[in-house]
T-cell receptor, first 114, second 113 residues
Framework: EAGVAQSPRYKIIEKRQSVAFWCNPISGHATLYWYQQILGQGPKLLIQFQNNGVVDDSQLPKDRFSAERLKGVDSTLKIQPAKLEDSAVYLC????????????FGQGTRLTVV | GNSVTQMEGPVTLSEEAFLTINCTYTATGYPSLFWYVQYPGEGLQLLLKATKADDKGSNKGFEATYRKETTSFHLEKGSVQVSDSAVYFCALGTTGTASKLTFGTGTRLQVTL
């Protein structure tokens, strides 16, 4: 079974530029998550999709971050404009439509804003 | 709201030593509990899980028991190896099919020869 795919693996941008990350979840997984992991901290949920609907985006900085999941499969997360404090690893995860199941994580995208 | 508290790291142990990493949680309802591991340069992987009180999750010699009375899910291993060096995250998941995962801050384990 293929895992969660993310791209790019690494990205360096200047502040005020824009950036986009892509995620392809495991086939059949209805739930998709985007997490932000700042160095030395645990992952923080940014947004959660169930199919192509948003379940929770309460911690997404909506003035600069946006995310979509077209057709309930792939997802993109965008930051525009980026700030220095956005430097982090952005993790995508997915989980199947089962009770009390775990999430499966991709390798992440390491973003450095300079 | 839901939260997870882990012991501060880093934890440094000699090979074959006993490991305990403490984890306590605050949650409404009856969450599932997880331990994830992040090896250097790799993504988060599920290590073990427990979905109800008194369940014991186990994998690769690691164990954790879901203790509802103390709201804890401490990770233990009887004899650690150098290859266990990694960052360990405790997490809780809300019930239902669209579970929301909340993570602790992580505990770095360094095992030396």
């Amino acid at each position: 079974e293929a895992g969660v795919a993310q791209s790019p693996r690494y990205k360096i941008i200047e502040k005020r530029q824009s950036v986009a990350f892509w995620c392809n979840p495991i086939s059949g997984h209805a739930t998709l998550y985007w997490y932000q992991q700042i160095l030395g901290q645990g992952p923080k949920l940014l947004i959660q999709f169930q199919n192509n609907g948003v379940v929770d985006d309460s911690q997404l900085p909506k003035d600069r971050f946006s995310a979509e999941r077209l057709k309930g499969v792939d997802s993109t997360l965008k930051i525009q404009p980026a700030k220095l404090e956005d430097s982090a690893v952005y993790l995508c995860a997915s989980s199947p439509p089962r009770q009390n199941t775990e999430a499966f994580f991709g390798q992440g995208t390491r973003l450095t804003v300079v | 709201g839901n939260s997870v508290t882990q012991m501060e790291g880093p934890v440094t142990l000699s090979e074959e030593a006993f490991l305990t990493i403490n984890c306590t949680y605050t949650a409404t309802g009856y969450p599932s509990l997880f331990w994830y591991v992040q090896y250097p340069g790799e993504g988060l992987q599920l290590l073990l899980k427990a979905t109800k009180a008194d369940d014991k999750g186990s994998n690769k010699g690691f164990e954790a028991t879901y203790r509802k009375e103390t709201t804890s899910f401490h990770l233990e291993k009887g004899s650690v190896q150098v290859s266990d060096s990694a960052v360990y995250f405790c997490a809780l998941g809300t019930t239902g099919t669209a579970s929301k995962l909340t993570f602790g801050t992580g505990t770095r384990l360094q095992v030396t020869l």
